[in-house]
């Protein structure tokens, strides 16, 4: 399913944090969130999955404004990996992924055979099988992440939103995640503050800074020096990877600086 926001405005705390956002996430690509720090990433995600209600605009599923749905409706369409990501959850790691079910179960109803299956495939997936058991409380924050992670693949969503996906993810663990992405070939709108990760990944880049999206569009069209120079403020150069062919970004650490104002899109 695509996605589409449309002039997104979201205000809090009597301040505008997104400014008359458009961007579209299109049917089974992954479009990347990029932006410094403030820019207003976490807030559209969170207007995404309806954790915030925007001041104007609005979010399309498919053509279908979300507000239009009931939350479980949302859910079984849209499953998020917010940043805010609790850790006192006293129950094992399965039990918590198997809360991925909920939007298709009634209440009280019992797992069935259809469910396991999907919360083991999950698990799998997300590299956490041998830890089923284990408490979701002891975990290490990079398996925290795993878990929930795997609750999101087990509501077998059309949309995934992930805010920050790879924090506190080892190497390894951010390359397998972001190649399982590429696999599942799912509409996934993603956050990314490591911007060869978001080349390599994304089909699509959005581009935020002051709440505003100032640049769409292939990675190779986007991340060009120029444009991270003006909206990151560090001086880069853009070649191809060597293994890939992606777009490589080498960022020269003798000349960062202040970030400079960007013109107005």
């Known amino acids: 399913?695509?996605?589409?926001?449309?002039?997104?405005?979201?205000a809090y705390a009597g301040r505008t944090v997104v400014a008359g956002a458009h961007l579209v996430a299109a049917e089974g690509e992954i479009t990347g969130l990029v932006g410094p720090n403030g820019s207003g990433k976490s807030t559209l995600l969170r207007t995404v999955y309806r954790h915030l209600r925007p001041s104007a605009g609005r979010v399309l599923l498919a053509g279908t404004d979300l507000r239009e749905l009931t939350p479980v409706q949302s859910a079984r369409h849209v499953a998020a990996l917010p940043q805010e990501r609790g850790g006192d959850f006293e129950l094992t790691v399965r039990e918590v992924v198997?809360?991925?079910?909920?939007?298709?179960?009634?209440?009280?109803?019992?797992?069935?055979?259809?469910?396991?299956?999907?919360?083991?495939?999950?698990?799998?997936?997300?590299?956490?099988?041998?830890?089923?058991?284990?408490?979701?409380?002891?975990l290490s924050g990079g398996e925290r992440q795993r878990v929930l992670l795997a609750r999101a693949f087990a509501q077998r969503p059309d949309v995934l939103v992930l805010d920050e996906p790879t924090n506190h993810l080892d190497v390894r663990h951010q390359v397998e995640l972001l190649v399982l992405l590429r696999a599942r070939r799912r509409t996934t709108l993603v956050?990314?503050?490591?911007?060869?990760?978001?080349?390599?990944?994304?089909?699509?880049?959005?581009?935020?800074?002051?709440?505003?999206?100032?640049?769409?569009?292939?990675?190779?069209?986007?991340?060009?020096?120029?444009?991270?120079?003006?909206?990151?403020?560090?001086?880069?150069a853009v070649?191809?990877?060597?293994?890939?062919?992606?777009?490589?970004?080498?960022?020269?650490?003798s000349a960062a600086g202040p970030c400079p104002p960007v013109p107005a899109p």
């Not at 991925?100 to 209440?107: D, T």
């Not at 797992?111 to 999950?122: C, H, K, L, Q, T």
């Not at 070649?239 to 020269?252: E, M, N, Q, S």
């Open 1 to 10: 399913m695509r996605i589409d926001v449309e002039d997104l405005h979201v």
């Open 98 to 138: 198997a809360m991925g079910r909920n939007p298709y179960k009634r209440a009280f109803a019992a797992e069935d055979d259809g469910d396991r299956d999907i919360v083991a495939r999950a698990l799998a997936d997300a590299g956490m099988a041998e830890h089923a058991n284990r408490r979701f409380s002891a």
């Open 191 to 236: 956050s990314l503050h490591d911007l060869n990760a978001a080349a390599a990944v994304c089909d699509r880049l959005h581009v935020l800074h002051a709440g505003a999206v100032v640049a769409s569009g292939p990675p190779r069209e986007v991340l060009t020096p120029a444009l991270i120079a003006e909206v990151f403020g560090v001086r880069a």
């Open 239 to 253: 070649v191809d990877h060597p293994l890939t062919g992606d777009p490589l970004i080498a960022f020269d650490l």
